[in-house]
């Protein structure tokens, strides 16, 4: 740390004094002038003569350190560091006018504004050519570098003529490792112009993307923005997967958000950047006023969903924020995460089971937490058909143990996080989720009528999968391929929807912002993609060739699991909000007390692991639930 510290203040120091000289030498460059213009006659007396040396070098070391143009990385310079210079110079003639008019009286105060006039327009121009002249010295230096351009710099064409893309070309003019030969567009309006000195190449099809390639000589495609990767999935991307093309991509705002990237990085294309959706538009404004000043409890905090819905927390000025969770390594993980990223948050990990209502007791007790989002709960849906009674103990005991603490502690409000496998369930994950939905919303409603005593608002939300959860398709696929194979689809036909994790915490926060009593809210989730087409297009991504050099194999469909999922975004069983990608479920309310005396029962079978009573109390109380590819079919209702 010192080492580069003492590093970077010797090269300003440099950079100050070599500025100095030449300002210096740009005031004795007027005196040399008009020695020249008089006929070899100086302009004054050596007193005026010294005076102006001396003025010069006073104001020169003044303005240029005031101003700290020095301290501009010169090989990033931009519009501002010119305009920096010019107001360094400025600074260093008012200086001088009022140095020169006090120690000499003897000239015209027009002729010295003369001078000062001159010496201000061969200052900024010597100021500028010496920086013009350093960035060809440091481009000659990388250039004559030992390490070899052919082999270890990739050669890119950045896609995109925007702001974004200029921008990528300003970031990698030092880059080791990439080299941008060129723009391409398939805006054919802007063929063969210049863009930042590179070449704008046009592309329509496959054939002139190869045209472009033999052209530029080319390795790859740099896409600008995430989002422009998704656009060209079934066009430009397909292109460069058949021509053996590499595909990067800058980096994302959530990944350079919160401080979870402090120099941007450039990647390899991944399969999340062609899941992608147009970025989603949020009022921050109304949810930073929803959350700052208050403290915070996540339950499930070092996992996937929890551990996001923390960060993107951290962004919003919250007085306090809790981390709860049971997975003591995980939420070690987190906390060191978040002492190198957030220094500033006041924030607490506590390991706890949601399921220990003493250990919750004490929770609320200490912090008492304002609002609450409940991220704890069982989610793979095969290890929950095998293990019924640990599903009804953690996500409807669990829940029901969060909401009632809410309740006696006067949180404002709890926010849940559901699934669209709570829709018409055919497995016991989704059915405990569905539980836990109803016991959330009856007690809710209960309140709102005045049935229970208590303060507490109730939100629930409800999305498909995220995008690199633990545990999820994604990072399978990713081990599978990286094994050489095979990939295990478990049915061509089956389709799912997707969300990024960022994205789905935006909405949870969003939803519990527009809240304005005891609702489910239903997220948009786009259009559900084949897992069939997910593997083959992650293969592809990786480089290999579908069925050729990495087989897929389909295994059938697993305990409890469906074709295609559900979330009740159709305008029959929804509600639009002033979100357009947000909806209010319409979904049956349930009795408080009818509620809580079902999730007594369950409890209790569950904690003497009563599976058949459980099962069949819980088909009645959920008489949508009807399991498929389960052994517990056979309770179905005939």
């Known amino acids: 740390m010192y080492k580069s510290t003492s590093e970077k203040y010797l090269r300003s120091t440099i ?41 010069a070098c006073t104001a020169s070391v003044i303005a240029l350190y005031v101003t700290k143009v020095y301290q501009f990385v010169i090989r990033f310079s931009t519009i501002r560091e010119f305009s920096r210079v010019c107001l360094a110079a400025l600074a260093k003639e008012i200086l001088m006018i009022v140095g020169v008019g006090i120690f000499d009286g003897a000239h015209s105060f027009r002729m010295i504004m003369a001078l000062i006039g001159l010496d201000f327009l061969i200052t900024v121009g010597a100021l500028l050519l010496v920086r013009v002249l350093m960035l060809w010295v440091y481009w000659l230096i990388n250039r004559t570098r030992p390490s070899s351009r052919e082999t270890d710099v990739v050669d890119v064409l950045v896609y995109g003529i925007g702001a974004k893309s200029a921008s990528v070309l300003t970031r990698l003019r030092t880059s080791t490792h990439y080299r941008v030969v060129g723009f391409l567009s398939p805006d054919d309006v802007v063929k063969d112009t210049l863009l930042m000195g590179k070449p704008i190449y046009y592309f329509h099809d496959e054939a002139g993307i190869k045209y472009v390639i033999n052209k530029s000589h080319a390795q790859g495609i740099l896409f600008a923005y995430h989002l422009d990767a998704h656009e060209e999935q079934n066009r430009l991307v397909e292109y460069c997967q058949h021509l053996g093309l590499k595909m990067f991509i800058a980096p994302s705002i959530d990944e350079m958000a919160d401080g979870k990237m402090t120099t941007p990085a450039i990647r390899k294309i991944k399969i999340e950047d062609l899941l992608g959706r147009s970025e989603i538009k949020i009022n921050m404004k109304d949810i930073r006023d929803n959350f700052q000043g208050k403290t915070v409890l996540v339950t499930g905090a070092a996992g996937s969903i929890g551990s996001e819905l923390c960060r993107q927390l ?70 929950m058909e095998e293990n019924p009674c640990e599903a009804v103990m953690a996500n409807v005991q669990g829940s029901r143990n969060v909401a009632d603490k809410c309740v006696e502690y006067e949180a404002e409000k709890m926010v849940m996080i559901s699934t669209d496998k709570a829709v018409n369930p055919t497995n016991i994950m989704g059915c405990t989720k569905r539980l836990a939905e109803i016991y959330v919303q009856s007690l809710g409603l209960a309140i709102e009528k005045g049935q229970v005593k208590g303060k507490t608002q109730f939100v629930t939300t409800r999305f498909g999968n995220v995008l690199g959860s633990n545990g999820s398709v994604i990072p399978r696929f990713t081990e599978q391929i990286e094994r050489g194979g095979p990939v295990t689809v478990t049915d061509p036909q089956i389709r799912r929807f997707f969300m990024t994790i960022p994205e789905a915490c935006r909405l949870v926060m969003e939803a519990a912002t527009i809240a304005t009593g005891t609702q489910i809210f239903v997220f948009d989730m786009g259009t559900p993609i084949k897992i069939d087409d997910l593997a083959r297009r992650m293969i592809s991504l990786a480089g290999f060739t579908p069925d050729k050099d990495i087989a897929i194999e389909y295994t059938g469909l697993r305990p409890g699991e469906k074709l295609y999922e559900e979330v009740l975004a159709t305008k029959e069983n929804t509600i639009p909000t002033d979100h357009d990608r947000i909806f209010v479920a319409k979904v049956r309310h349930y009795e408080y007390e009818n509620t809580r005396q079902s999730s007594d029962e369950l409890y209790a079978l569950a904690e003497q692991v009563e599976i058949p009573d459980m099962v069949k109390l819980m088909k009645k109380v959920v008489p949508e639930f009807i399991s498929k590819h389960s052994v517990f079919e056979i309770y179905d209702a005939k």
């Open 314 to 383: 951290a962004g919003l000025g919250v007085k306090h924020l809790v981390m709860f969770d049971n997975a003591e390594t995980p939420l070690h993980n987190v906390r060191l995460e978040f002492e190198d990223n957030y220094p500033n948050l006041y924030f607490t990990p506590v390991i706890g089971d949601v399921r220990q209502k003493e250990r919750l007791d004490y929770v609320f007790r200490k912090y008492k937490p304002q609002v609450v989002f409940h991220a704890a709960a069982y989610k793979h849906v095969p290890l």
């Open 15 to 55: 950079v100050l004094a070599i500025d100095t000289v030449t300002s210096i030498m740009a005031s004795c460059m007027v005196l040399l002038f008009g020695y020249f213009i008089k006929g070899g006659h100086a302009i004054g007396s050596d007193y005026f003569n010294w005076t102006w040396f001396i003025t």
